[in-house]
C-alpha cells in the first residue's frame, strides 16, 4: 500500500512538471496566440517552402505570423494572411517577400513599409510582393551553364 503512494506522488509531480513544460513553451513560441493584432493577405505567384507559423519579419524583426495559406482558384496564385502586430501599422503601399534564412534554413516574409500616408487595415491586402526563389533551380542553372563559355 505504501509503495502505490509513493508511486502516486511521483505521477502526479511527473504531471505538474510537464503541464508547467508545456506551459511556459506555449507562452514564449506564441504558438495558438492570437496577438490581438489584425489580419492582412498576400498574394505571391509562388511560396515554396513557407510554412504556417512562419516569422512576419519588418526591419529583421518579427512582428507577425503567416496564420493561413490558400489558393486562390480564379487566378492560381497563393494567398498568404498574416497576422500583424497591432502595435506595427503598415502603409498601403508596402511590400511583402519570402526570403530564407540561408541555404538551408526556413523562409519567413519580410515586410518592407511603403511612404503612402494611408494605413492597412484589418483584412487589407499587400498588393506588392515577391515570390520565394528557387534556389536549388539557381544551383543548377550556375553548374550547367558554366561550362558553356
Do not use: C
Request: net charge negative; proline share 2%.
Amino acid at each position: 500500500m505504501k509503495n502505490s503512494f509513493v508511486e502516486t506522488i511521483v505521477g502526479a509531480l511527473v504531471i505538474l512538471v510537464a503541464a508547467v513544460f508545456f506551459t511556459y513553451i506555449y507562452r514564449t513560441t506564441g504558438l495558438g496566440a492570437n496577438t490581438g493584432g489584425y489580419s492582412v493577405v498576400a498574394e505571391f505567384d509562388h511560396i515554396d517552402g513557407l510554412p504556417m507559423g512562419a516569422d512576419v519579419r519588418l526591419s529583421g524583426i518579427k512582428v507577425g505570423t503567416v496564420t493561413d495559406q490558400q489558393l486562390d482558384k480564379e487566378s492560381y496564385r497563393a494567398l498568404v494572411t498574416m497576422n500583424i502586430s497591432k502595435t506595427v501599422k503598415l502603409p498601403t503601399d508596402s511590400n511583402a517577400k519570402i526570403a530564407s534564412e540561408g541555404l538551408l534554413g526556413g523562409s519567413y516574409i519580410t515586410l518592407d513599409p511603403g511612404g503612402s500616408e494611408e494605413m492597412l487595415a484589418d483584412g487589407g491586402k499587400i498588393i506588392y510582393t515577391q515570390s520565394s526563389v528557387d534556389i536549388m533551380g539557381l544551383i543548377g542553372k550556375a553548374i550547367f551553364n558554366s561550362g558553356g563559355k
